[in-house]
């Protein structure tokens, strides 16, 4: 299994940025791809950003431009860093890996993202 701690978030005012970073430890072979997911108050939890270990990055389109993913293998971290931040990014942030399977095998704890206008 793999655990994941998350770190990273708060409180900003719109246009501002924050960075977010999730570190794994246990089985880090079995992780195909990180990824960050988000979930606001009332609505389903949406993918964000993933990375795969090849480093193929893809991202939700309300992100692109502003958001960009990145990983450091050596600490088995992986970060979101957000610029531009918009009231409607407001939400509870969850790193994610996902298997050989393509399916999503552990979750971070969440940390909150608030953007005030």
């Known amino acids: 299994q793999v655990q994941l701690v998350e770190s990273g978030g708060g409180l900003v005012q719109a246009g501002g940025s924050l960075r977010l970073a999730c570190t794994a430890s246990?089985?880090?072979?079995?992780?195909?791809?990180m990824g960050w997911h988000r979930q606001a108050p009332g609505k389903q939890r949406e993918l964000v950003a993933t990375?795969?270990?090849?480093?193929?990055?893809n991202y939700a389109d309300s992100v692109k431009g502003r958001f960009t993913i990145s990983r450091d293998n050596a600490k088995n971290t992986w970060y979101l860093q957000m610029n531009s931040l918009k009231p409607e990014d407001t939400a509870v942030y969850y790193c994610s890996t996902v298997n050989v399977l393509g399916l999503v095998a552990s979750w971070g704890q969440g940390t909150q993202v608030t953007v005030s206008s």
């Open positions: 990375i795969t270990k090849r480093g193929s990055i």
């Open positions: 246990g089985s880090i072979l079995s992780i195909n791809a």
